[in-house]
């Protein structure tokens, strides 16, 4: 936003020049990203009349002239072929360093001395349009009433600074000149001299003028279009605009174009609200709001024809489209010199849709950019009341009536703001004076109740909308550099790492042992996946996702690997060893109405064989090397872990799957992928495994037992084992061990056999049991006698037979 230090001084009484006005809004919130003067460079350009003209007597194609500064009569030499005798001219004295960085001195031209330079529009960095229009292509020829001897800049209102106001969403408001006079009011307490139609919530929301019958406003969709009111205007003359509006429009980067649009443009950076003149008498039939019909077209202003999609909003008559809604108009309706009757729109769209047609169609305006962030809705028929105003001030049009169409205005907010946490945010001591001071300052209307104040916020502060909004004000006004600087206090404590932060570090560190690489996948993911493998009755679907495939809250680690694993496979790496830790999201509720539940686990897949290396032979990946990393992790945590077979699960294979228990708590499970859940994903063998971490936490060891290394010889035994053939291995082992009493040191399984020598419906099962004392070396009579007792137990427990 390019903001006139000469326009602001008419809307608020300031001394300070450019700079320390920038300083100041810089200081309040208001970041100034530069500070330009417009007379920068035209210090000694003056305005000069041609008294003569002849042909240079050495050159054909150069002109001597005699000209008058006011002060001298000054010989010029130039080669342009637009000046007559009489013109005003800006002339460039010696020593002058023009805008477009030349420097000009006395020079000599075919031996004739020419004491300075006239200049064009493009040397002094000038509109074309501030000269006559024989200037294009030459000397820039001022208007007849310029004065002689007066510096250009003071004639073209030049003596001016320019402030660009780096402005972001939070602050719409300054998008409009008296609400930038108004945050300066505010920051300095100068008084402002705002004119009335600024004031919209006072004007009671109408203009002295009638509502007219004879055009009718159609707002088809509510949603995109809160208002739409339009000025009704009859005798056009269309003419340039007065000096004084084409220069505060130039300063601000707009072009002036005629009167009706150059008014259009003021209005809009004056107060805010965005405006387009339609010519009345090429609508035809009532004005609609609608969204575009598929594959309607419309050829905007800039002459090029635009394919429209249905969710852009569009201003349209009975047969064709008028405009594209807050973006651009369309060529057909737009104001000519022919133009006898106008419609002057006034509405309040969407930013959302607007956006949207904005970038889709590369279009961006000063319009769109309003609507973007969001304009007043209250301020539309006050814009039409001051466009009224300037039409009549400059004698370009007379008003007869208006239209105002509203399908819904938002209530007024009203903000309560506590003197107390007002302290606590800012960190400060902050007191009702303060507030009130601040309040007062920014002109809200207050009641206030023992530190309590109830403020109401005008409509054009889109942006308060909370306490801590309120708050930021108090700062802001207040003066940041006044909050004191404090260093934060608290409890020193002994750096060390959370039971928790420190079993997640450890399990991390067994599976990288385990040669499992950590991959890092996205919180979100596809619902079906999902649905497959977590908890869909408690899934969470986004609102706004970034695409459909990301699309859900995980419920499960799972999917993500699985991702990965595919990937790699795709790209020819057959060694897939990959684990991940974190978070999934569960919901007991449909509408979140409290924060999802945040579940920690760990989760880990394989897939192919390890590569091959001169010290280690290839380890194809199957449900043991998953079952070993599992194993590990036990026994770094003190713990064991049980398995039991698992039943119904259709995503694992059936034989090749277990449930995984800590006690009698279920935490998880390991397993192969089914033959037909690899088949879909294009994957060989793989395995995966799924726990809960926070079990571990609560269980994990946390002292470390040692005992001596026994000075006593161990004592082998080898037991074999015919067992029905549904038997697990591991309830054997459990039973083994029951049996062996403290002597019995390690039970392992060597050996698993069915065959000709063992009937089909059972199985073999060899044993190694070794049995060990700290204490005294044991006997063979007592290892043997344990040894009977074991398989006693076992005969009797699983209708077992001892195989010889």
């Known amino acids: ?53 002849q042909i240079h007597p050495d050159a054909d194609k150069l002109w001597l002239c005699r000209v008058d500064t006011g002060s001298a009569l000054l010989t010029l030499v130039t080669g342009a072929q637009n000046l007559l ?16 960085g030349a420097s000009v001195q006395e020079a000599k031209f075919r031996g004739v001395v020419s004491q300075g330079m006239l200049c064009s529009a493009e040397e002094l960095l000038l509109d074309q349009s501030v000269g006559l229009e024989r200037s294009e292509g030459g000397i820039l020829i001022l208007a007849p009433e310029a004065p002689v001897g007066e510096h250009v ?6 003596k001016d600074s320019v402030l660009d106001l780096e402005l972001y969403p939070n602050r719409p408001d300054c998008l409009a000149m008296v609400n930038v006079a108004r945050e300066i009011s505010s920051l300095t307490g100068a008084p402002v001299n705002l004119p009335k139609w600024a004031l919209a919530e006072k004007l009671g929301d109408k203009l002295d003028l009638p509502l007219v019958q004879d055009v009718k406003i159609v707002i088809e969709d509510p949603e995109l279009c809160f208002r739409y009111a339009g000025l009704i205007v009859e005798d056009v003359k269309i003419e340039p605009a007065p000096e004084w509006m084409q220069r505060r429009l130039r300063a601000a980067g707009v ?19 965005p405006l387009h003149a339609f010519d009345r008498d090429k609508i ?9 019909h598929a594959g309607e077209v419309l050829t905007t202003l800039d002459q090029v024809e635009r394919k429209l999609e249905t969710d852009m909003l569009l201003i349209a008559d009975e047969m064709s489209g008028l405009g594209l809604a807050g973006v651009m108009g369309g060529l057909d309706s737009e104001v000519t010199s022919g133009t006898k009757r106008l419609l002057v729109e006034a509405a309040h769209f969407a930013g959302v849709s607007i956006r949207r047609t904005s970038r889709r169609l590369g279009l961006r305006s000063e319009a769109s950019n309003r609507f973007e962030k969001g304009i007043n809705p209250y301020g539309v028929l006050a814009t039409l009341g001051r466009v009224s105003e300037l039409l009549l001030e400059i004698g370009a049009g007379r008003p007869v009536g208006y239209v105002d169409e509203v399908s819904y205005l938002p209530p007024l907010a009203e903000v309560t703001l506590s003197v107390k946490r007002a302290g606590e945010v800012l960190g400060t001591e902050v007191t009702a004076a303060d507030v009130k001071g601040v309040l007062d300052r920014l002109n809200f209307e207050y009641t206030e109740t023992q530190g309590l104040f109830t403020v109401k916020i005008p409509s054009y502060r889109s942006d308060i909308q909370i306490e801590e909004d309120l708050i930021e004000e108090v700062a802001r006004l207040t003066g940041y550099d006044l909050i004191p600087t404090t260093l934060p206090a608290g409890d020193l404590t002994q750096g060390m790492r959370t039971p928790g932060q420190e079993i997640r570090r450890r399990l991390r560190q067994v599976l990288i042992g385990a040669g499992m690489n950590e991959v890092l996948t996205y919180s979100f993911t596809r619902p079906d996946t999902d649905r497959k493998w977590g908890k869909a009755e408690q899934r969470i679907a986004l609102m706004n996702p970034l695409r459909e495939e990301l ?27 990959i684990f991940e830790m974190g978070n999934v999201y569960l919901s007991e509720e449909e509408t979140l109405t409290k924060l999802p539940q945040e579940e920690l686990r760990a989760a880990g897949l394989a897939v192919g064989k390890s590569e091959r290396h001169w010290l280690s032979p290839v380890l194809e990946y199957d449900f043991y090397y998953l079952k070993g990393v599992l194993e590990e992790l036990a026994k770094e945590f003190g713990l064991s872990f049980a398995y039991r077979a698992l039943t119904g699960e259709e995503l694992l294979h059936p034989g090749r799957s277990a449930a995984v228990y800590l006690g009698e708590q279920r935490i998880g499970f390991l397993g192969e992928l089914h033959p037909r859940t690899a088949k879909e994903l294009d994957l060989e063998r793989a395995v995966v495994f ?6 571990l936490i609560e269980q994990a060891g946390t002292q470390v037992l040692v005992q001596a290394i026994p000075r006593f010889p161990a004592v082998q035994r080898d037991l074999a084992l015919i067992v029905p053939k549904e038997t697990p291995a591991a309830a054997v082992v459990a039973k083994i061990r029951s049996l062996g009493g403290e002597l019995l040191q390690e039970v392992e399984v060597f050996d698993v056999y069915t065959g000709k020598q063992v009937p089909e419906d ?43």
Request: hydrophobic share 40%; net charge negative.
């Open 1 to 53: 936003m390019k903001v006139s230090l000469e326009w602001l001084r008419e809307l608020v009484n300031i001394k300070l020049d450019g700079e320390n006005l920038a300083e100041v809004l810089t200081r309040g919130g208001i970041e100034v990203g530069s500070v330009e003067s417009l007379s920068e460079g035209l210090d000694q350009v003056v305005i000069g009349q041609i008294k003569e003209m």
């Open 85 to 100: 005798v009489g013109d005003k001219v800006p002339v460039a004295l010696a020593g002058a360093e023009l805008p477009n």
């Open 153 to 158: 800049a003071d004639f073209l209102g030049l």
């Open 255 to 273: 072009r002036p174009i005629n009167n009706i649009v150059d008014i259009t443009n003021y209005v809009m950076l004056e107060l805010g609200q």
């Open 284 to 292: 035809q039939g009532a004005v609609h709001v609608r969204r575009a």
């Open 551 to 577: 699309s859900v809250m995980r419920t499960s680690l799972v999917p993500g690997l699985l991702e990965v694993a595919v990937r790699n496979l795709s790209r020819r790496n057959t060694d897939v060893a």
């Open 690 to 695: 799924e726990i809960e971490v926070q079990p």
């Open 762 to 804: 059972r199985k073999s099962l060899a044993f190694s049991l070794r049995y060990q004392s700290l204490e005294r070396t044991l006997k063979d009579e007592e290892v043997n006698e344990l040894n009977s007792r074991i398989l006693e137990g076992i005969q009797q427990e699983f209708a077992a037979e001892w195989r010889k």
